[in-house]
């Protein structure tokens, strides 16, 4: 995780970076630090005083307008050295059909664009190791048709079947790209009641998303479980210390690789 260090004006204090965790997205990304939702924020929790998480989710969006996004977003991102792991999770929309549906991505276009996705990261010097793609979850028609009629999608085509295609493909672009997986939808459809994962079908429920954040936890606690807690600990102050900032210039000289 070193960082490159760069020239400071005399007198100016190391500045610590912590390193990022991004995630990237469609809505069951930009709704993971909600309350009822939040594999997100589960994943920030987890990494307290280790790392900063970024939530870079965009609802609606398939992987055709998340492609478009990437230099709009991490054109000036280091990810060599100042990034501890992407995850990206998308599907949900590009495997939802119909004529009408701007959202769907054929699936060969889809395997293009994941793999194209993929590609720009590992191009910006971001190890591959560093890199997870997480296939979309599966579809429970029940509880969407209702939400859908509402929202006037009801000619939007959605199946478990579909879910399945679109995630296989993830799963095999990533082990092209030699990176990390999560198969979400083979993960939840081996679970009982799987479909009490899904707040309405599409989207996680609470007890969904910390099933999600279970397949991701072991992938990020390998590529975090060397870095320290970042700054002092209350406790390696020296209370007759007068000036507290001693005990961080110490730590600093100590821990050079989370400086810039």
Known sequence: MA????PKEEGQPPVVQYPQVIL?????????????????ALI??????????????FS????????????????????YSSVAAVVVTLGTNDCS????????????????NMAQIGQYFLSRQLHPSKLIL???????????????ACMGISDHIRTNDLAQRYGDVVIQVAKRLQCRY??????????????????DGVHFSERGAGFFFSLLDPHLKQLTYDIPLLLPLW?????????ATNGVLHWTRNNPLYLK
């Open 24 to 40: 990237f997205g469609d809505s069951l990304t930009q709704q993971s630090f909600g309350a009822d939702r939040g594999w997100g």
């Open 60 to 79: 609606g969006y398939n992987s055709k307008k998340c492609l478009a996004l990437l230099p709009f977003l991490f054109h000036h991102t280091d990810f």
């Open 97 to 112: 059909a119909g004529d009408t549906n701007v959202s769907h991505v054929p699936i060969e276009k889809f395997e293009h």
């Open 182 to 199: 999560v198969p979400t939808h083979l993960r939840m459809m081996a679970e009982d009641n799987w479909a009490t994962f899904l707040a």
């Open 134 to 148: 997480c296939a979309p979850p599966p579809y429970y028609a029940p509880a969407w048709e209702e939400k859908a």
């Open 235 to 243: 406790r390696d102050y020296h209370e007759r210390d007068d000036d």
């Open 44 to 57: 920030a929790d987890s990494l307290q005083r280790k790392c900063d998480v970024l939530n870079r989710g």
């Open 3 to 6: 960082a490159e260090r760069v």
